[in-house]
């Protein structure tokens, strides 16, 4: 989880002016900041510790965290009170999820759980989809399987293209914050890495939705490499207290 909050700080400053390079400098920017994913995120991890609705805590997240930079569809849900999702297929789903990869120990509860925590918002097929297929990675990548493995397995099970090169989808990608447009091309980044940094880099790179495709590309490298202690401590020192807390309770206990 600490991946996806890392990325999420990382890619910040990138999503209103994307770059289209894996070697920029400094790695975190002064004006490197938690958006929604990690609020969201972090949402997410206390529903689990609090075996709480995923909803409700949604719902508390935004309301601690008003201005963290939410889509309209979700501002606007979050702040009716209805139980009705919006039949969204945004990205939301999937930069949220991480912590459901961590906190199971079957793929099928992980791929049950995912599914739920998209069905609050994100019930469209492709939302449920772009909520899964990363939620399974960071489960299977935790475990240290092979990224063949990984690859095989998110394109079997959801249909994702990831034989692609980041090269390749740099050179025509473009901002989307659809799931169909930014799960793959995230998942495609941490296949290609060769460290939890280097991920990051690549999907930034790519120069769509930044922070969320780093926040979901990290989120699974954080599970395979693990986050170097220096990045770690950068990520965690732009949190605050609650977040913070929230942060270390779940790390301690599922990471």
Not at 83 to 91: D, K, M
Not at 152 to 168: P, S, W
Not at 211 to 237: F, Q, S
Request: charged fraction near 25%.
């Amino acid at each position: 989880m600490l991946g996806a909050i890392a990325g999420d700080v990382i890619g910040s400053v990138y999503e209103a002016r994307p770059i289209k390079t894996p070697y920029f400098s400094p790695l975190f920017h002064h004006d490197t900041r938690f958006t929604d994913d990690t609020v969201l995120t972090v949402a997410l991890a206390d529903s689990i510790l609090a075996g709480a609705d995923y909803g409700d805590k949604l719902r508390e997240y935004f309301r601690a965290y008003p201005n963290a930079g939410y889509g309209g569809s979700f501002f606007q849900w979050a702040r009716s009170g209805s139980r009705r999702a919006y039949n969204s297929f945004g990205n939301g789903s999937a930069m949220r999820v991480s912590p459901i990869g961590h906190a199971y120990e079957t793929l099928e509860e992980v791929l049950a759980r995912a599914k739920e925590s998209a069905d609050y918002t994100h019930n469209h097929p492709e939302g449920v989809k772009g909520a899964q297929a990363p939620a399974a990675a960071v489960f299977l990548a935790r475990r240290q399987t092979p990224k063949a493995e990984i690859k095989d397995y998110v394109e079997r099970t959801f249909g994702y293209d990831l034989g692609r090169t980041v090269e390749a989808i740099r050179r025509r990608y473009s901002f989307d914050v659809t799931c169909m447009r930014t799960v793959p091309e995230a998942l495609v980044a941490f296949l290609q890495a060769e460290s939890y940094e280097d991920a990051v880099r690549k999907a930034i790179s790519l120069g769509g939705d930044s922070d969320t495709l780093a926040c979901i590309a990290g989120g699974v490298a954080g599970a395979y490499y693990g986050v170097p202690d220096d990045i770690r401590a950068e990520a965690m020192g732009r949190l605050d207290e609650p977040l913070r807390a929230v942060v270390g309770a779940f790390c301690a206990r599922f990471c």
